[in-house]
């Protein structure tokens, strides 16, 4: 069942400040200079982050429904865009490592500028559509804590000091637990229900128009592993030699992985101090593979999930499949919230684990629209339907992701050479 | 129903004669020195594929089947191996333009010499999987015929004198026929099933792996266009400025053609002597476009085809939804055999038209494996199965596809900016 | 006559503690998070130059004449080694993007922790070599004060807001006077002296290495004009279309410019608002072009200078002949300690103007070693002379070079496409 | 001196005919199907040299000298134009690989009505102009004599076969004879008169415009080896890490060695069957390097050139040099003629061996116009004039060099990363 939002103005401020409060707490650990990094094309600078989010509030809340609104500057509304060609031209993404002005105080001015307009607009009943677009507001800035972690976490380990985004405390290191073997749920086939449809006359639920309408879909039996692949599974394909054995891989991931020189996830070294001879970056700093061996494998390109799960003998499940399996599931786990920001090795459970939390999981699906999907209107149309094309499908939220804002429907996606985000995979298999 | 394959040898022959035949009829119009050229990363020079598709039949039949076969020179396994990592190493793509030996001489002797041992080889009784490899081996050289036809296409455009592969004789000058309006054919909700399992004890049947194997999918009601959309119609996209609206377009298909500066697609040419002020280059020369408006549009991207849809208020249809419409018609139209070498207008009739031939359609698919697909087992798994990633599927086939070679569960799939096939589309629409 | 150094320790520290001070008196309108954009290739953050002139010292100086240096910080020898490769490896130069730690602090308790090693070491006598190396250090140092105008300039630009490094003063705004008419001094063939050989007993002089040894050159008649070409006369060859005919540029300079889109010098900007239709950025922030339309036009390629001087009927002098016209011309002009931060107008006097400062003059010379040149042995030879391919030399310093590190000698040099310095030219002619 | 040309028509016409003879000559061995090669962007395909050859008589004499003449085809003029932007557009070079039309026979039918225009035309007096024309287009013609053996080498060596231009005869096989010791001449300082000057009203010599004016240099005393560098001297510096050490080599030099992985010079390759371990690719065939080990080092970049000449405490000749050094040396040695069509050992005599032919010798001089320097009026104008920019100068010719096509003042250039001609090195010394 999809996330419910209170409908007095009053608990939605709540809700509001909770949200931003969350993303001031992330950059906390941050300097203005680390804000300012923007280490690949997929990244943005922190401070582009905190400006941005505020402006989409100040562009599709206080600008539509606040008649008083005075816009905090002139030229944020088109120096903060980030894609809405709708809106008119915007600066190119690259340059967003040049916003040394306005400076991190003018931001977080204009942060509180429209943190006070939003607090008076939510004194008092609101309009459905802007009750659903402070939501969106809401759901956006979530989207954004995700990448702020994602982002500082490849600007730090691109310095070549590599320097921690938090130095883990002593008490905190990871104890190196030991994951349940790999498992199998079966499913039987038939027809299921994917997606959800929202009501037009009611604001309680929330959902990205992707997930959206609900609608059948006829699945084979299949069966899904009862957990991530580790780290030490993933060892094993990389000594056995799979970056190296163009039969495992899709031609275009292995066009990549040569043309790339990958031999290991992104974030692992060689180190000959350690005793597996690997290390791991992490946002705590570089912590030796054998403390992570029996944590999901994360960091990985839809490629290199493929190739691991071709090379063991499974496969990915479509996204069909991954929903379908877990959409009873209770929404917890290795979330943001917990603090930990790597993922942790699987309780000895029964039953699927970290179905949420820990690590997006790639699947078979390519990313398109479904039978009867609109867009939503206007400018908001462009939030998600025009990239449905050459994006593989993401499920289940990862260590960074806030609790509240994942669910069963959700589709994540993204290129299949994409590193950066937490992505691992979950294998399935057809059942018979 | 799938193509059938007649099982006694003898007819075997026939049809691998009369396959190579048409392969050797392709060339005629052109010189060796037209067989060399390599205009795009995509094609191949036409002398390349003259061997290449002997290499299939020696690699994977006569070198496998024939203990006393003679290969025809040592160097030729893997000079002209395409992309079969399995078999070893191969030359770069980009160097096939480099071949300019062996000579062309050499190369139809090697087709002589393959021809004799394929000759010998079907006066006797066939082991069954010998049959099925020679079936694909055709089906192979059929693509390939295919692809002669356009790789020469652009070689001869890409020259800047553009000279015509054939010039048309007076009385073929195609007569401006009206297509007809556009309409829709309406399918109902339900399970139907999708491509076709073949009985592993039998050769009588032909599909790709990629086709199989049969299974359930839910469809939605939808409608289905009548015909593909034509070049007047899609002019009225291009001078209603659709080239120049981002929001008509998915996201990298708006980077795509800003980087190309694409306003027309492929082959279309401004031209201040023709009343509409356009040409379009076919393999007969450039043809005004005023002669061929009812024509269906071609040599189009997924991104072109989706835009437009986009504009005229439809979408494009999924390939299942494709294949469930089309799967009872009868395999006919404006294909190779017909030499028409150009879509022509569809005909003033009900119901679905031009189904087969004409054009490519491109579907709203991604290009994946079915539930419970396997590749074929050793080298020839590397046919299909490793392309599944950043691709779309098209179907139906166009005027250069040969008639043996298509069937209603036949996938082609190119990345979304490929425009150098004969790729346009047909228009569909939710039910409800 | 070269630059003399003051023997005495003492006041070598003076001139230490004045350069330095320079350095930071340049950095006080910047920000932490102004010093860290890196906007061009050519460019490094503000914030790396404070560090790497530092790093300088350190290695050069402190680290081999001084036994009890204790080093800074044990990353920082490769962390800010630029590009000796005789020292080490070192981060690849787009890296420096990423230094948001050691954040601005601590890089400036670096500066004070070697000044203050510095300080102690000029309190007494010094080797020669130890005192060679600390007036290169400081000529290396006013280099990096260049580069921080020069890259922030860039910076601000970049900038989507385009924001000032300094407001001008409003009574600071540049009276437009007027530039003398172009006119000509003409030289007499003959054999002249070029560059000059440093006394190796002595260390009160100094040059680089490429501009040594002094050697014989001939020279044919010629006439060199009395100032830099104008913003209004370059205007006037943009008016006459210069930047499209493709016989005034060189070969390579054509493909680039019509790579690059250039149409005008870098900095400038259609502005319909301003009388010209043209104003152009500088370090004050964007100046209609009628206000500087009788200053120097700065911040042209080699190229669109070789092609102002082909239209314009003329050519640019060569290195040897601008040497031999400015030998005896004292060191005065618009550099930096003027603060105008841009070239100013000629004065209206007789003879040649503005031979230093305002703008480098492009030269018709590549950048090679005079003969018997010989590179600083050990990793300083790196200094100058592995750059001696592929580039033009430039001569006179500019509105942003130290008034003590310019001299007659001074040999600049960059390749030909490069802008974002402050460039210009002067024509020259033969004469006979 | 400079080469004399005959001024009756009748003899003029003797050489018109022998140079065009030439060409054909060095084409025997070759498919039409050969002659459609492009194999490197410095390349074009050798059927494209012989249509722009006779398109440069066409143009330059032909349409301006001969009232009556009948182009051939009215889209050769601008279809076969190389880089003339004052004669209007033209295709870009690397489209040249798409011209399989005009067919070979097309293009010989257009020589033969050049050549017999050209017959009429000499059969009278002529102009000067067009006599100086015409002298130019057969000095044209030979240097692209030499780019048809460069440029057919490069396309057969590319072909994963490597298949040989010619076989050589067993009995031609090199017989590994013994390179003289390296030594040195001796050259005093002094004024010097480089380049020369031709007399306007005299046709009797010729030289490009860029060997012109000629005028004084000063010289400071040098020495400058009696012959080239070697293979076996060569192969040492590879030995001792030459091609690892980045102290060697200029900046940009090791940018681009490192970006293009070179290891050895061009056309060499590793061979475990050879004694020395390696082979090199002549134009006939691979050749064990120890049976080519005393011949010159060739297919050297500039880089490598000057990192040899570091490496082993030498430089590079400036071109001045080099010009005073042999300017009074006969122009003999293993040209074009000789059918060598490789570099040879050295023979066994006293001063400068190999002047002339062998390999083209990289000079440390920038290529830039020489003082007074005015490139030919029009179009001509474009023939050398426009390339001064980014390009070091190469002297002496090499073993495809046609004998009358070379002398002491000739000036070839290329960008210091080319590596397809036969260029080499002979290394000088400062004396003092």
């Known amino acids: 069942m999809p996330a419910t939002i209170a409908t007095p103005a009053a608990s939605l401020l709540a809700r509001y400040k909770a949200v931003r409060h969350a993303t001031a707490n992330l950059c906390r650990p ?5 804000m300012m990094v923007q280490s690949c094309p997929e990244a943005s600078p922190v401070k582009w982050h905190l400006a941005h989010t505020s402006w989409f509030f100040e562009t599709f809340v ?20 980030s894609y809405y060609n709708s809106l008119g031209d915007m600066p ?8 040394s002005r306005p400076p991190l105080d003018a931001i977080l001015a204009y942060r509180a500028h429209v943190d006070a307009a939003m607090d008076r607009l939510l004194q008092h009943p609101l309009e459905d559509e802007a009750a659903r677009r402070i939501v969106l507001g809401l759901e956006h800035e979530q989207q954004h804590q995700e990448l702020i972690a994602t982002d ?22 990871p104890t190196p637990t030991i994951a349940p073997p790999l498992d199998w749920i079966t499913f039987n086939p038939g027809l299921t229900e994917i997606g959800l449809t929202l009501d037009p006359a009611s604001i309680e639920a929330f959902a990205f128009d992707n997930e959206t309408p609900r609608h059948k879909v006829y699945i084979a039996p299949f069966r899904l592993a009862n957990r991530p692949i580790t780290c030490a599974e993933y060892l094993a394909f990389m000594e056995q030699n799979g970056y190296n054995r163009p039969e495992l ?15 290991a996830p992104l974030y692992w070294q060689r180190d000959t101090t350690t005793k597996s001879g690997w290390c791991i970056y992490t946002l705590h700093g570089f912590i030796p593979l054998e403390d992570l061996s029996e944590t999901p494998v994360c960091h990985l390109s839809f490629f290199e999930a493929d190739a691991y ?11 069909f499949e991954w929903e379908h399996a877990t959409q009873s599931h209770p929404v917890q786990g290795n979330l943001l919230e917990t603090g930990n920001l790597h993922p942790t ?15 997006w999981e790639w699947t078979a699906s390519g990313y398109t629209g479904y039978p009867g999907y609109h867009p939503l209107p206007g400018a908001l149309g462009e939030y998600n339907g025009k990239f449905m094309s050459s994006q593989m499908v993401l499920r289940g939220g990862s260590c960074v992701t806030p609790a ?26 057809d059942a018979s």
């Open 152 to 173: 500082i976490k490849h600007a730090l380990f691109t310095n070549p000091l590599h320097p921690a985004y938090l130095e883990a405390p002593p008490e905190q290191k």
């Open 309 to 319: 799960a071709r090379w063991v003998g499974h496969r990915l499940p479509t996204e």
């Open 92 to 99: 190119e993404k690259k340059l967003r490592s040049s916003f």
């Open 249 to 263: 891989w899709l031609s275009e991931g292995w066009i990549t992985q040569r043309a790339e020189g990958w031999q």
């Open 345 to 359: 090795a699987a309780p000895p459970n029964e039953g699927l684990q970290q179905i949420f939390g820990d690590v």
């Open 62 to 81: 206080l600008r539509e429904f606040v008649a008083a609104y005075q816009p905090f500057h002139p030229d944020f509304p088109w120096l903060f865009n």
């Open 404 to 429: 509240t804002h994942i669910r069963a429907t959700y589709r994540n996606f993204f290129t299949p050479a994409t590193r950066w985000q937490f992505s691992g995979l979950r294998v399935a298999h």
């Open 30 to 34: 941050l300097s203005p200079e680390d």
